[in-house]
């Protein structure tokens, strides 16, 4: 399931920005203190990361999965962080939004293709980490996930993440919580709220109860 899932969600991520128009890539991402062609060029460092992690073997027995991956803290970025710096200012350089698409597509068609290829059983190693390709692939489900949503976010006639994949990200985010959100939020809504990228309102903060004042699940 992992890899069919990684590649549903990566594939549509890698269209919706292969359609943007020029000018889209100056509005805001979802992502603070980003823009949508800082957020392009993230992908394209993480999809570089993917194509790393998977011929990076490791014999260890696994220390994380899928869920444990994620470092959780309750902090929002500010931006201040020397690689958001570093992203932004690499952003800036591809001057041509075209030069952008491009590389995203050609690193990112790449990390799918080493995804599609990859036996799942074999573990690997990032950030000092032991998982099995499987569960890294399966956590990078949420990260197109919550990324695909930071895309959309200040656009109009740009399709969302698959429903499949806000379905999955949404069991892992109540899995990092330690309880479900309520079932009165959409999936979309769940994962906005428990990420930090809304705030609730007065009625979803009273249906959250006590997890309220766990918010937010900062991932990295």
């Known amino acids: 399931m992992s890899v069919d899932l990684f590649a549903h969600s990566w594939t549509a991520l890698r269209q919706a920005v292969a359609g943007l128009a020029d000018e889209d890539f100056a509005r805001p991402s979802g992502c603070r203190g980003w823009l949508v062609r800082d957020l392009v060029c993230h992908l394209v460092v993480d999809a570089q990361d993917v194509l790393i992690t998977l011929v990076t073997p490791a014999d260890a027995e696994p220390t994380r999965d899928a869920v444990t991956y994620w470092q959780v803290s309750h902090t929002p970025p500010t931006g201040d962080d020397p690689l958001d710096a570093l992203i932004v200012r690499l952003a800036a350089a591809y001057q041509d939004p075209a030069l952008l698409k491009f590389h995203l597509d050609d690193v990112g068609s790449a990390a799918g293709r080493a995804a599609d290829l990859a036996d799942r059983t074999r573990r690997v190693s990032t950030q000092d980490q032991v998982l099995t390709a499987g569960d890294y692939l399966d956590a990078y489900v ?79």
């Open 142 to 220: 949420l990260e197109w996930t919550l990324h695909h949503l930071d895309l959309v976010a200040h656009l109009t006639g740009v399709d969302g993440p698959p429903a499949e994949g806000l379905a999955r990200t949404r069991e892992m985010i109540d899995k990092i919580a330690g309880t479900p959100f309520p079932d009165t939020f959409s999936d979309t809504d769940t994962l906005l709220i428990a990420t930090g990228r809304r705030e609730p309102t007065a009625a979803e903060r009273t249906a959250l109860g006590d997890l309220a004042r766990e918010l937010p699940f900062v991932l990295g």
